[in-house]
């Protein structure tokens, strides 16, 4: 028997198993099933690969907001099969075993300070760039989650009060500029072409000028993000995630430019900003680890 951790997202459930034999790792095709809206078929995805483990308890990681003082995922755009559902109260019913629910982001910032980049940190932030932007953070070894749970919602974050259209409704969140939408928005305004935001990189690894200065417009408004955060919370790390910084590692050398000329020099000179080291899995991973700490992190 071990401790089993979970990422469900829109499109994977991705797991980390741990036992005496080391970590496993690996995900399962849910997209048809969440788009479908099938709550009953994804219950039965995750019953699927908790009892192949059968561990001794199970974290979940999840992206939505999670209210603290009931347990129901109050929104999650992504998975609507699981929005108003008690979750853990729904898996523990269903599995006999102890299930213990985070947001995702938070649970993927607590993956990388126990299993990898952020080992050691005192404050640890780590963003989420992807179809949208999230955030987690671990002070001192313990998650900050918020008096409702809802803490370190860094996409939401407004840095122009009349700027783009946010997906959450609002206008000018740093997400609406600083995730994958928002990359082919700065990509648009420069060709008038939409391509999705994975050719865009791979045109700018082969060299192409405009995608290669849509990624530098991209890096000097997460700078700015990066640069708020900085000054809040004075911390010693900064991870980067996701599918951007992942297929363009030179985004992390360009924000940390970008970040010293706007950050005041103090907090700048004691932060560094790297990139993820568990990638597309340290949401699972931080699950794993809440798991093992039986939902204390």
């Known amino acids: 028997m071990g401790y089993l951790g979970l990422d469900i997202g ?13 970590i496993e790792t690996g995900k399962i095709f849910v997209k048809d099933i969440v788009s479908q809206g099938n709550r009953e078929e994804l219950l039965k995805e995750i019953k699927n690969i908790v009892e192949k ?3 001794k308890a199970l974290g979940v990681a999840v992206a939505g907001l999670i209210d603290k003082k009931t347990g129901r995922i109050t929104a999650s755009p992504n998975i609507k099969p699981i929005e108003d559902l008690n979750l853990k109260e729904e898996l523990e019913k269903r599995l006999n075993v102890p299930v213990y ?9 607590y993956g990388e300070y126990i299993y990898g980049a952020g080992k050691d940190a005192e404050i640890l932030l780590c963003l989420t760039l992807g179809t949208g932007l999230g955030g987690g953070a671990v002070i001192n070894g313990n998650l900050l989650t918020g008096v409702s749970g809802s803490a370190m919602e860094v996409g939401h974050m407004t840095i122009d009060k009349n700027g783009w259209l946010c997906h959450c409704g609002r206008k000018g969140c740093l997400e609406a500029y600083v995730s994958s939408y928002g990359l082919e928005r700065i990509y648009f305004f420069k060709t008038d072409k939409h391509i999705p935001s994975s050719e865009i990189i791979i045109l700018a ?10 990624l530098e417009e991209f890096s000097r408004y997460l700078a700015y993000g990066l640069m708020n955060l900085v000054h809040l919370f004075n911390p010693d790390k900064i991870i980067l995630s996701g599918g951007i910084p992942e297929h363009y590692p030179a985004l992390v050398e360009m924000a940390t430019a970008d970040l010293k000329k706007l950050a005041f020099p103090l ?3 004691d932060v ?3 990139l993820s080291k568990l990638g597309e899995f340290s949401g699972a991973y931080g699950a794993l680890a809440y798991a093992k700490g039986g939902g204390n992190g």
Do not use: C, W
């Not at 499109?11 to 034999?21: L, P, R």
């Open 267 to 269: 907090p700048f000179r």
């Open 53 to 55: 483990h059968s561990p």
């Open 10 to 22: 829109g499109t994977f459930i991705k797991y980390a198993f741990e036992n005496s034999d080391g």
């Open 205 to 214: 690894n082969e060299g192409n000028e405009i995608a290669m200065e849509s």
């Open 272 to 274: 560094e900003i790297g």
């Open 101 to 109: 629910v985070e947001n995702d982001a938070t649970l993927a910032a």
